[in-house]
């Protein structure tokens, strides 16, 4: 008897039997190339279909199913574009006429004798006098694929077109029998009886074809363990590393220079600010490099932290370093800290990617040099290529907009330097777990004081007057208005066109006794910032851009903030845009213009009408749109997570991030036997998310 080969667990899928080019190509479509892989992709849902009731109960208007044989087809050709395919067929004790539409194949196809899983809706057919069942899912029941299709609970797959169900569960199948007993459990015994866990063979046998409700439950509690476990871990090992191995010389204060600093800063910084100021000179004082992350809604104040942490450098003799993620950013930080520090004799340099090679060339002699500095700069700061000597520490403004690497790639720039990360995005507890597992974290828990949250209101482009009496309004009081406009890269033309006709058209009809600037990412840096200026100086009263005031621009003159296609926005950008406003104590507003009255009722404008809450608004955004597309996430490495929630398995997480714990407190090299099968499952995950390059 000659058996089919069997697959080794990282062989291609395609030598699967019954598979073949076609089938591989198709599965390659899925992201599935390789046995393991197969058997790794996992159903959307199930069908119970243990029991299934009799034709005769099918209930008219509602979708039903059931196993059935046919008894007699016929076609029909309705015009040249509606073929009708019907058929009588029986479940052994009564009929019912089934009906597909448009179904061409089925003509070569449906023969009276064969066996159907059926599942449609039971409609009144007035012209025919008959019921009709009229199917939307057909599957052929054969001998090979039967047992996987009647009498269990059925895994329904996520498909691409001439995939089906049927023929993707007989692979399934197969698969599963032949990979299941290749794969070694990578856990330790003690480990699995701890946090009480089902055999990753058995998981995986039980996730695609679970024989009841509880195998499934068990099953999918074994995997999203997993999936939570490897980053755990790599995160934990990444920690103990940074802690253990990365020493790097401790800042030598004076205290001098902050001081001074503090002292010419027009206000006090909160006390909050302090606290976490406080945090930041502790850990620079240590001989191991700082890392952390510190969290402030928008408007919180984190320039003043990130300035005095800079400072440290350079009262130590190095250089301070701050990397912001747009032009605009970069240039008005490199302006405050040139206008409060150069009196102090601080030395502040530009670096970004639009400069002119003379000024470029000048800023880089600069940081070739041994001399104290501050440097703030864009992406340009981490090529490749650029040298920053006596690198004592660095900031990552607003890091979401970064990826993981971006982060690593500035720290590689000195020796090890301290690294502060600043973030306005109020991230939940559960990602605060997996994404920044290996940062310490302070939290700037106050506003300054005279901050009051804008009155958000969404309309529709309809009200347009009504929107402009309230910038009027506002005008004549002194004030002064962002109007914003969508760009996204993919239909950036289009958008930019509409940003420039609205510029010319509210300058020439509508705000005509004022100033109105335009600011768009094409600009170059120059005009860029001389059209922030003219906006600060209030030169210009309104201001017209697209998304790149959404970081860090600030303007306490202006009240009003008018975003227009607000539906275009995601949630944490439109609650960036409205942290523009209210900072200058007093009423300030800010408009969402929907296109039409159904964008106005989704579900991020009211949420965003409701609460200017950053961290409700960002477990809203979390549970609207799940982790993957939170803010900057993909990027920062984060896993695509196939089964694990992060919001409803948050007790999961914590248990892989316990067992994960325990793992590097035992054996942080991995170097144990017990530990040989993580080990190369964690390099495997290492490798696939680009994280080798992190040690
Ligand atoms: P963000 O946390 O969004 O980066 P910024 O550092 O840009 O916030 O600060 C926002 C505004 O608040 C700036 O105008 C800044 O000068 C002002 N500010 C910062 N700290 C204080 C404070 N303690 N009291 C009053 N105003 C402050
Ligand atoms: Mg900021």
Redesign the pocket.
Known sequence: MSEAPCLKLHDAVQYLKGVGPHGAQLLDKLGVRTLWELVTYFPREYEDRRTWPALSALKPDTVGYGLVRVVDVSHRQAGNRMGITKATVSDGKSTVRAVWFNQKYLKAQLKPGQDLWLKGRLNWNGHEDEWQWIISDTEWMSAANREVAVGCIVPVYALTAGLSQVRLRTWMRQAILMAVPQRVEPYPHTMLQEAHLMGLGQAIVDIHFPKQADAYHAARRRLVFDEFFYPQLAIGLRRYHVQTTMKSDPLMLSGELTRHYTARLP????QA?QAVIRDVLADVQKTQAMNRLVQ?D???????VAAVALLAAVESGGKGAVMAPTEVLAHQHFLKFQTLLSPLGVKVVLVTGKQSVGQRQAALSELSKEDPLIVVGTHALIQEALVIRNLRLAVVDEQHRFGVLARTELRRKGANPHCLFMT?TPIPRSLMLTAYGDLDKSI?SEM??GRVPPTTTSTVLDNENEIFRLCLDRLSEGRQVYIVFPLIEESEKIDLASAVAAFERLQASVFTGYKVGLLHGRMTTREKAEVLDRFKSNAAQVLVSTTVIEV?I?V?NATVMVIYHAERFGLAQLHQLR?RIG?GGGRSDCVLVCTSREDAKGARIKALVETTDGFKLAQIDLKLRGPGALNGLRQAGMPDYKLANLITDELLLLLAREMAGKVVASDPTLKQPTHKWIRSELARLNQRLGWGRLN
């Open positions: 206000y006090t910084l909160t600010q402030g928008v408007g919180s104040g984190k320039t003043d306005a700037i300054p004081p860090g600030d306490p942290g900072r």
